[in-house]
């Protein structure tokens, strides 16, 4: 098979199992917003500042449970987000200028454009900061709505989205690291460093084990944690050591190759029944088959292939439970400065205008060049479906805000904002892909 036909069946695969983690990440949102403004409600917000850990003594050792998801969890999905980055950028969509250009591009007018907006609403007062929020995409949210358009959208568009929406992932990471870190403390910051360049030098001397990797990443975890950087930076970092190259040995290639035949050799179509078991000579070529195809994946590839169902299914569902809980009552002032409109208009009216406003004059200028069978309308409808923000807004939310006040108001807002772009996108593409005969 075709290195660009396993590449796109990888891809679709990707775009498939995200979209379905979307609709868990919804359930898990209705039901957080359902519990906290319940008769339950009190017993939904003590839960999440239970504090778990060890105690010594007088000494305890652990987190809330909020904290615990936040900033332990999130980073094994801040982990999972980075080696999808780093093989995107080596082999994937990302790789090489002609193909990252245009959705980088894309993604950093998807950035600028909400960010100016919540800011000049904001400038001069506390909640400023919040900047950050309305810059982010949820990939999950975004492809699950693009999934229920089915043949009304293009491939060519969804790719677009994923590659748009790792892009924005990047971009969201280093705004995390530079302006949402606090009390930097520099000794610690210089044992991550040490740590990391031993990370690096695993991976130049061709260490493919994953366990030294993950063992120093637990230190680096805690080093980054201690040094006032987000832990969920050092994840990544992380990630951008695990190796992806696999070994370049033709005998173990043709080896997989021969047992593939031979399997073929002693199966026979017409005396085969479902229920029967397989031959023992063919349960070896099985099993020796399995070790093989580990053989020749990358440590990388074992790695995300492992965290990706945790993520989507257990992590951002957990995340979405214990963050869009938030009690909507008579007391809550929704005037807090401008975070609402800012956070809503930046995700609603910022990520459209960005994306299709940056990308017409990349291509113009002939910086970037659209992806074939994809108009200047699906891009605007790309654009839209863009500011469904949700998971890292909320978490980039967390980060800005001190005060519970401002960080439930900017909660609603997202949500609000996200609803509001899933809705308009949705019936945008639709009745755009009712026109049009879109390119598959």
């Known amino acids: 098979m075709p290195d660009s036909v396993v590449k796109r069946n990888i891809f679709l695969d990707f775009i498939k199992s995200e979209s379905f983690g979307g609709i868990f990440l919804f359930v898990s949102a209705v039901w957080a917003m359902i519990y906290a403004n319940s008769f339950l409600s009190t017993y939904y917000f003590e839960l999440w500042h239970t504090q778990v850990g060890f105690q010594f003594g007088k000494t305890f050792i652990g987190f809330s449970l909020h904290q615990w998801i936040d900033d332990v969890l999130m980073a094994f999905f801040f982990l999972m987000v980075g080696l999808e980055i780093k093989r995107e950028v080596l082999y994937g969509e990302l790789c090489g200028f002609q193909k990252a250009a245009f959705p980088v591009i894309a993604a950093l007018g998807g950035m600028l454009a909400p960010g100016i907006i919540y800011y000049s609403l904001n400038a001069g007062t506390n909640s400023a900061h919040g900047f950050g929020i309305p810059m982010a995409t949820d990939i999950a949210f975004a492809l699950g709505v693009i999934l229920i358009l089915g043949k009304r959208v293009p491939t060519s568009?969804?790719?677009?989205?994923?590659?748009?929406?790792?892009?924005?992932?990047?971009?969201?990471?280093?705004?995390?690291?530079?302006?949402?870190?606090?009390?930097?403390?520099?000794?610690?910051?210089?044992?991550?460093?040490?740590?990391?360049?031993?990370?690096?030098?695993?991976?130049?001397?061709?260490?493919?084990?994953?366990?030294?990797?993950?063992?120093?990443?637990?230190?680096?975890?805690?080093?980054?944690?201690?040094?006032?950087?987000?832990?969920?930076?050092?994840?990544?970092?992380?990630?951008?050591?695990?190796?992806?190259?696999?070994?370049?040995?033709?005998?173990?290639?043709?080896?997989?190759?021969?047992?593939?035949?031979?399997?073929?050799?002693?199966?026979d179509p017409h005396t085969y029944h479902a229920n029967k078991p397989l031959e023992q000579n063919q349960r070896d070529i099985l099993y020796a088959l399995q070790s093989t195809t580990k053989s020749l994946q990358s440590p990388l590839e074992k790695l995300e292939h492992f965290l990706h169902p945790y993520g989507a299914y257990f992590i951002m569902p957990l995340f979405a439970l214990a963050n869009a809980g938030v009690h909507v009552g008579k007391e809550m002032h929704f005037g807090v400065d401008e975070i609402l409109w800012g956070v809503v208009l930046g995700l609603v009216v910022g990520k459209p205008v960005g994306i299709l406003g940056i990308t017409f004059l990349a291509e113009k200028l002939h910086i970037a060049k659209r992806p074939e069978g994809v108009g200047w309308g699906q891009i605007l409808g790309a654009g839209m479906l863009a500011g469904i923000g949700f998971t890292m807004s909320m978490f980039i939310s967390n980060l800005a805000f001190n005060s519970q006040e401002s960080m439930e108001v900017s909660k609603i807002a997202i949500l609000l904002g996200s609803i509001i772009s899933g809705v308009l996108g949705t019936l945008y593409l639709f009745v755009l892909g009712m026109f049009s005969k879109p390119k598959v």
């Open 157 to 267: 568009l969804k790719v677009f989205l994923v590659t748009l929406a790792v892009a924005d992932d990047l971009g969201a990471i280093v705004v995390i690291a530079i302006f949402y870190s606090t009390n930097l403390q520099v000794g610690w910051l210089v044992g991550s460093g040490i740590i990391l360049l031993v990370l690096a030098l695993l991976n130049k001397i061709g260490v493919r084990s994953l366990w030294p990797y993950l063992l120093l990443g637990a230190i680096l975890w805690l080093t980054t944690h201690s040094s006032g950087v987000h832990a969920t930076i050092a994840a990544v970092a992380l990630a951008f050591t695990i190796p992806i190259k696999v070994p370049q040995d033709k005998k173990l290639v043709y080896g997989f190759s021969q047992l593939v035949d031979n399997f073929k050799q002693t199966f």
